[in-house]
T-cell receptor, first 114, second 113 residues
Framework: ETGVTQSPTHLIKTRGQQVTLRCSSQ?????VSWYQQALGQGPQFIFQ???????GRGNFPPRFSGLQFPNYSSELNVNALELDDSALYLC?????????????FGPGTRLTVT | AQSVTQLGSHVSVSEGALVLLRCNYS??????LFWYVQYPNQGLQLLLK??????LVKGINGFEAEFKKSETSFHLTKPSAHMSDAAEYFC???????????FGKGTKLSVKP
């Protein structure tokens, strides 16, 4: 069984640019959540996708957007990058949405904005 | 609103010594609580979770945690530290009905030989 995978591993972008990060969920999982982990901090919830629809959002501006595809893989898009967007972006998949379902995390994408 | 506070951003123990990592939570509803471990340049791995069953929860790698409602605590312990336990540990509580996690700031555990 393949776990959660993310691509790319590392990325360097310039302020003002746009970036797309990708996540493949674990087999059989229909829910994907995205988190931002700034250096020295715990992960912060960005949003969740459940069966291709956004199913909850944290305190992030609209320039953070996402998609979920019919195979339940997901993308995180960030427009107009700012220096503070530099972080490790983690995606987690779960069997279904809700508090009783364990989230399985991918290795993350390290984004550096210069 | 739900939140967690981890006391001590850095804990150092000797190999073989007791590991105690502290976590206090705030929740308006009965919480689901978690401990995750993060090794350098890796994602998060679930150590254990509390979901309102037994208050003493046993996890992987010899870790356990006890849910104490009166103290709003969920401290993580391991009787004997091993060098391979050196990592960052995060306590988390479920935030909303969709099951999103709210994490503490983390505690970095160092293990001295």
């Amino acid at each position: 069984e393949t776990g959660v995978t993310q691509s790319p591993t590392h990325l360097i972008k310039t302020r003002g640019q746009q970036v797309t990060l990708r996540c493949s969920s674990q087999s059989g999982h229909n829910t994907v959540s995205w988190y931002q982990q700034a250096l020295g901090q715990g992960p912060q919830f960005i949003f969740q996708y459940y069966r291709e629809e956004e199913n909850g959002r944290g305190n992030f501006p609209p320039r953070f957007s996402g998609l979920q595809f019919p195979n339940y893989s997901s993308e995180l898009n960030v427009n107009a990058l700012e220096l503070d967007d530099s972080a490790l972006y983690l995606c987690a998949s779960s069997l279904d949405a809700g508090t009783t379902y364990e989230q399985y995390f991918g290795p993350g994408t390290r984004l550096t904005v210069t | 609103a739900q939140s967690v506070t981890q006391l001590g951003s850095h804990v150092s123990v000797s190999e073989g010594a007791l590991v105690l990592l502290r976590c206090n939570y705030s929740s308006s509803v009965p919480p689901y609580l978690f401990w995750y471990v993060q090794y350098p340049n890796q994602g998060l791995q679930l150590l254990l979770k509390y979901t309102s069953a037994a208050t003493l929860v046993k996890g992987i790698n010899g870790f356990e945690a006890e849910f104490k409602k009166s103290e709003t605590s969920f401290h993580l312990t391991k009787p004997s530290a091993h060098m391979s336990d050196a990592a960052e540990y995060f306590c988390a509580v479920t935030g909303g009905s969709q099951g999103n996690l709210i994490f503490g700031k983390g505690t970095k555990l160092s293990v001295k030989p």
